[in-house]
């Protein structure tokens, strides 16, 4: 047997003790403590017990899917000393694998829970997952903490229960999940829900929250206030922080390296973790990069890395979100200090250097429209590209042209090949048919097209893709592909009796037979279910974008069309229905009453006749689709809350941060 070298001294290096994280058994249950004098008592099902303060009979209690309560009961877990942090074992809840992992900062008191949900199956599993709690004390007050960059949303609740201030941590600022957190007055219990937790297949999902014992809400508001996401997240494994969904995503940073900006002064930060605070005084930067020049004006520049251990280039990020890589035309970078000294500091010292925040300066630089991501770490906002892009997919060679791309990664997590997403709102995976790509960068307009290789490409960024929900038909595949769009054409369906032909745009839903996963069950329309055998080894799918593809039959996992059209006599006896509503009032009401009682079955049909016909008549046929949608409606449905809101029983107002 051979194994390549590179191979052999990787297994060497991470099986040696320097690599190796040392895990060591602990018993249930177990005691952590903070310098707030708690003592967190953590119990074989993960729930947080009395400890020393009877702040909680029962904390942290973790329930997946509604009805499945993690309890793994066991009699020891896993302890790693590094971080502080406890691992409960893995137990199957509504098809996921769940494990618990809880660590305390000792000096803040935040007790951190990693709810880890794995999802082992070949398809996405959405679930609601519910932490609870219930205090030792009835709860006397209570205040929602708001989210500071996003209005409506909230990170956290505060409450009193006579004795002290407890803190509830629900996710972090500007997190594009946020939970829902529900308590009242004279009870004893705190509820935090996310709701519909989707975990793609054969992927990981982490979520977060934290609980602080302090002295009094206002104690405990204020240390929700605190902006801690990054120390909360800390002492989590580099592997599992990538996977946590209710933290906003590492946007701020570059290369996995924080932002570093100054309130009231500029910061250098030497490799040896030294500050020097004070004034830059560089005028400008001047950079020798892979694709040109670049002169960047220092009123521009809001922070610079240094990248690499033997010969570090500089990653300059600019306050329009664009990030440049490249060799720094000076060797130092002067700084004047507080003192008034002027000091040159070399570049080969530096670790990374911040400006203080200027009128006008973004949060956050944030890198809009189309821009190309490159795997040194560059962001550059480019035009659209001229050409189409080829691609070689599991439907064959297709070209894509540029308006119907949403984004290309060509350096995906986890995936091997190529992540396409369309404009619609489709997604699937396939491989760049060019070893190089053409683009113009508006950072240097007047250099027309500029090749970069491929290889040196991480993601290609131009139009956000259409948001896709239960009314959009799909087509989803057991590679969890995604193509939004509708059948076309014909299929040939072998039933137990006879060969059916169906017309693809007449199909509501396709889903495999329970007990044989090689036949099918195919809705129609109007209700009618066929099952048998498809003939053909593909079918034929148009997307909203307007792409054709031929998709392998033995990949489907399931079709949803809300809107199928109708058959061709139906069809036609509404064209002539149709073609009436541009009559007198009296004549447009009787047909409006006639297409209403013909029932939502041919909300397809009208869909595809409505926009041929005059504005008047369009508005009549909405009425009617109008009609359809509100008898769907389930009776006395509540209107929906606020998404990620912290919903309390008492009267009470967000607080917040900047106040």
């Known amino acids: 047997m051979v194994i390549r070298a590179s191979v052999l001294i990787a297994v060497l290096l991470f099986a040696s003790p320097v690599f190796a994280r040392a895990l060591a058994p602990v018993p249930l249950p177990y005691s952590f403590h903070d310098n707030q004098g708690m003592q967190w008592d953590i119990m074989p099902d993960g729930t947080i017990g009395p400890g020393n303060a009877d702040v909680f009979d029962s904390g942290a209690r973790l329930i997946i899917g509604g009805s499945f309560q993690y ?5 020891q877990c896993q302890f790693d000393a590094a971080r502080n942090e406890i691992i409960l074992p893995s137990q199957t809840l509504a098809e996921l694998s769940v494990s618990r992992r ?11 829970f990693a709810e880890v949900l794995e999802n082992p199956t070949a398809r996405a599993i959405k679930v609601p997952v519910h932490v609870a709690f219930q205090t030792g004390q009835p709860i006397e007050s209570s205040q929602p903490i708001g989210d500071p960059k996003q209005a409506g949303k909230f990170v956290g609740l505060a409450i009193s229960d006579m004795q002290r201030g407890i803190a509830f941590l629900t996710g972090g600022r500007g997190a594009k999940i946020s939970a829902t957190a529900t308590a009242q007055a004279g009870m004893n219990i705190v509820d935090i829900a996310y709701e519909n937790i989707e975990v793609p297949p054969h992927q990981t999902v982490v979520i977060i929250h934290a609980e602080g014992v302090r002295g009094s809400r206002n104690d405990a508001e204020a240390l929700l206030q605190r902006d801690d996401d990054r120390q909360i997240l800390s002492s989590l494994p580099p592997e599992l922080i990538k ?101 040159p ?27 190309l991501i490159l795997r040194a770490g560059d962001r550059l906002r480019i035009g659209p590209p ?52 053409k683009f113009n960068l508006r950072e240097l307009s007047s250099a027309g097209a500029i090749a970069f290789p491929a290889a040196t490409v991480s993601r290609l960024q131009l139009t956000p893709p259409r948001a896709v929900d239960e009314q959009t038909p799909q087509l989803v595949l057991s590679t969890s592909e995604r193509l939004v769009g509708t059948l076309s054409g014909t299929m040939t369906l072998d039933t137990a009796f006879d060969a059916v032909q169906i017309n693809g745009a007449e199909v509501r839903a396709v889903a495999h037979h329970a007990n044989t996963p090689a036949e099918v069950e195919i809705t129609m329309w109007d209700g009618a279910v066929l099952g048998g055998r498809l003939h053909a080894d593909e079918v034929n799918v148009t997307l909203m974008c307007g792409l054709q593809l031929h998709v392998p039959a033995g990949l489907i996992d399931h079709y949803a069309n809300p809107a199928p059209i109708c058959s061709p006599a139906v069809l036609k006896e509404l064209q002539t229905l149709v073609g009436q509503m541009s009559g007198d009032d009296e004549t447009s009401a009787k047909v409006i009453e006639r297409l209403t009682a013909l029932g ?11 926009e041929s016909q005059s504005s008047a008549v369009r508005e009549r046929i909405d009425r009617v689709l109008g009609g359809f949608e509100a008898a769907n409606k389930p009776p006395n449905t509540p209107p929906p809350a606020p998404q990620g809101g912290v919903q309390i029983q008492q009267q009470v107002q967000p607080v917040d941060r900047d106040q």
Not at 71 to 75: K, L, T
Not at 349 to 367: F, I, Q, T
Not at 406 to 427: F, K, M, R, W
Not at 600 to 610: M, T, W
């Open 71 to 75: 309890n793994a009961a066991a009699q």
């Open 345 to 371: 500091i070399p570049f080969a010292s530096v670790a990374r250097l911040g400006y203080r925040h200027r009128n006008g300066d973004p949060e956050e630089p944030k890198l809009d429209g189309p821009a």
């Open 386 to 437: 001229a050409q189409s892009i080829a691609v070689a997919t599991r439907y064959g060679r297709i070209e894509l042209s540029p308006p119907t791309i949403a984004s290309l990664a060509l350096q995906a997590e986890e995936q091997p090949v190529h992540q396409i997403t369309l404009n619609d709102g489709s997604t699937f995976a396939g491989l760049i048919d060019a070893t190089s790509l």
């Open 243 to 343: 996977h946590v969904v209710n933290f906003r995503d590492r946007g701020g940073t570059y290369l996995d390296r924080d932002l570093l900006r100054g309130d009231l002064l500029d910061i250098v930060e030497l490799r040896t973790g030294d500050q020097y605070k004070g004034t830059l005084r560089e005028p400008k930067y001047q950079l020798k990069t892979a694709y040109g020049a670049i002169e960047l004006p220092a009123e521009r520049v809001i922070s610079m890395f240094a990248i690499g251990d033997y010969r570090p280039y500089a990653l300059i990020v600019t306050s329009d979100g664009q990030a440049f890589a490249g060799e720094l035309s000076s060797p130092a970078i002067r700084m004047e200090l507080s003192s008034g000294q002027m000091t």
């Open 102 to 112: 809880i660590s305390i900062d000792e000096k803040s008191g935040w007790l951190r």
């Open 600 to 610: 939502p079955d041919i909300a397809g049909g009208l869909k595809s006749l409505r």
